[in-house]
Every structure is written in C-alpha cells, then in structure tokens.
C-alpha cells in the first residue's frame, strides 16, 4: 500500500489459511523527494502528463518488487510460497462524481509480476466505480472481516493523508466514507513553512492557536455536509484549496493549528451525525502517532472509548495494507471486496485485475 500521504510503501506478508488471519512480517520502503514531488506534480494537469505517468507507473512497479523483495528476505519466505500480492498502486486522480466516472493508481502491474515472480492483484476500484460507486473507501470490508464485534458499536477510524470512518454496528449495514483531509493538508503546510515533511507529534500544531473564523470557512466546504457515500482526496484537498481560504495575515503555526482542529472535528462530526450511539473508536494509519490530534480527536468525540487498532491485533501502520493483502485474497478467490452501502455501488462486485505468472 502506498497512499496519499506520500510518504512511501507499506508492505505486509499475512497468511490466509486459517479461520483467523496471521500477521507473519512488515516491511516499510521510503519514497524520496524526487519520487514524491514527481507524483504531486500529476495531481493537477500538466505538460507531458501521460508520458511521465507511464515512467511513474514503472518506477514505482520496481519500487514495489524491491519492497516486496526485502519483505522476503527477512522473513525468509520464498516468492513461489506467495500466492498473490495486492497492490494498490499510487492514486494520482481521484473523480468518481458523475460526468467523470474514474479513479487512477499509478503501477504497472504486468511489470511487477515479472519482476517478482508473484501473481499480481490490482485496479480494485474501478469495477465499483464501473458500477456506480465512489471506488472508495474499500477497507470497510476488510474491517468488518477483522474488527466486527458483536456486543459493540465500534469506530474504526483512519487517518492517512485522508481520514475516513467504518461504522460497525453489530445489528445495522456497515457504513463507511471519507471524513475529509487527514494529514495531508498539515503535512502539506508543515512542507511549505518548517521544511519538514509532517509536524511530528503535533508539536508545531501545538505552538498555535485555533482561528475560529479560519475554521468555519473551511468546513463550510459543501464535501462536509454532503452524506455519505462519498470519497475524496486531493483533487479537492490540495494547496490551492488552503491558500483560497486564508486571508494573508495567518500566522503559519495558527493555520496548522486549525488544520489539525479540521481534521479532529471531521472526524468527530462525522461520527456525531451518521454513527452516534458507538460506542468505540479505534485510530489506525499515520495519524495516530499524532499525540496532539489524538487529544483534540477525544475531545471532539466527547466520552467515547478511544484507542488504536493494536488493541484489536493490528498495529496503526498496517491496517491499510494488511486490507489489500485481504482485498487481494478475495479476488484469488472469487469474492466480492466492496460493501455496497459503502460506496455507492449497484451491488458487491469481485474487485481487481490478475496478472498470473
């Protein structure tokens, strides 16, 4: 898995044989800033665009089969015991609206299955979106399979470059959407002013205050007060976005202050509309080793039970991955990926395209 934060491959080995699902290796492979700024640099259209996303789509294909490759090699497994990798690829567009109908993730797939010698899953959101769905978000799925408890209403929240909820109801339909920015707008302006890639723990954040006005401009953004099913990324959330509602005369560490407020109270207000008698929430992707988001995030859910998806057997970091080594398991299979109720789609559809060896 690598999303919209950027900030490299995550990859999992996990065995399926068994009722319960083993967790058996990670491995984490950076992105450098070469890589990163060539693949912000296709988010808006620019000059030789297809060209230069054809030579992404093949440096990320040999990024991928050496993060694979170092995953085998400390974990001592070898490529013709893998029965498939699901692979996500790099979301470069994301529009699934009406009159637009389509949603890219950069890898060469064919490549990568050369390279490694490993059956390839891939393209997972675009039968739903063929169907009539958002394409996303597509983990909802895979935490109903894992993280479903049948006494209690759980919250499972991801805060990657974007943050999204599942809602686990043990006697309703499964839910789930994007909230809004993650760390994505924060990183972006942690970037342009500290010359860092994120405010680690918040602590920039920390140093600023809330802009009550600021604020209100950014959620009275019409993405926050559509209903679900919706998903969105940076297509909407980008710079341009940030800078149209400022006024100039911010302090720096006051608009991160209120981004992070931003995120905190998407998060929470989402909750609060769509899913108000959970009763547990549970924090997975990069957003968790924020410690100052994380205190804004239990304020704004106000008394709810709040922890990290370790506590559920999966650490923060892995959960999205560990969902398309599944979401990948159920292509091989034969089975639907997607919750229709989720995205939007006409009905469950078995999800992804094979590259056998």
Not at 27 to 52: I, K, V
Not at 79 to 104: F, L, M
Not at 139 to 167: C, E, K, L, W, Y
Not at 235 to 252: R, S
């Amino acid at each position: 898995m690598s999303g919209t934060s950027l900030d490299g491959v995550d990859v999992v080995l996990v065995d399926f044989s068994t009722a319960t699902p083993t967790l058996i290796h990670t491995f984490f492979l950076s992105y450098d800033d070469a890589l990163r700024t060539q693949l912000l640099s296709l988010q808006q259209p620019g000059h030789d665009e297809l060209n230069r996303a054809a030579l992404l789509g093949n440096q990320l294909s040999r990024l991928y089969a050496i993060a694979t490759g170092g995953l085998l090699k400390e974990s001592g497994i070898l490529p013709r015991e893998v029965v498939a990798i699901g692979c996500h690829g790099q979301t470069v567009r994301h529009c699934p609206e009406s009159g637009k109908n389509y949603t890219i993730q950069l890898v060469n797939a064919a490549l990568l299955a050369e390279l490694i010698r490993i059956t390839v899953v891939a393209d997972f959101r675009s039968r739903d979106i063929a169907a009539g769905g958002q394409g996303a978000p597509l983990v909802p799925a895979f935490h109903q399979a894992v993280f479903m408890s049948p006494d209690h209403h759980r919250i499972i929240v991801n805060i990657g470059g974007i943050a999204n909820i599942t809602s686990l109801h043990p006697e309703k339909t499964v839910i789930g959407f994007d909230c809004g920015p993650g760390n994505m707008l924060m990183d972006a302006w942690c970037l342009q002013y500290k010359g860092r890639a994120y405010d680690q723990n918040g602590n920039w954040a920390a140093t600023g205050q809330v802009i009550p006005g600021l604020l209100e401009r950014f959620l009275e953004d019409p993405f926050f007060s559509s209903p679900p099913p919706k998903s969105t990324g940076r297509d909407l959330f980008n710079m341009n976005w940030l800078i149209n509602k400022l006024q100039g005369t911010e302090a720096p560490e006051d608009v991160q202050a209120t981004l992070l407020q931003l995120t905190a109270a998407a998060i929470a207000n989402s909750i609060h509309d769509y899913c108000p008698t959970a009763e547990e929430i549970y924090v997975c992707g990069g957003g968790a080793h924020n410690t100052v988001l994380m205190d804004r995030l239990v304020d704004a859910v106000r008394r709810k039970h709040v922890a990290l998806t370790d506590q559920l057997g999966i650490a923060t970091d892995w959960v999205e991955a560990y969902a398309f080594a599944w979401l990948a398991q159920q292509t091989i299979s034969g089975k639907p990926g997607n919750l229709s109720a989720v995205t939007g789609a006409t009905g469950s559809r078995v999800l992804g395209a094979i590259y056998p060896v």
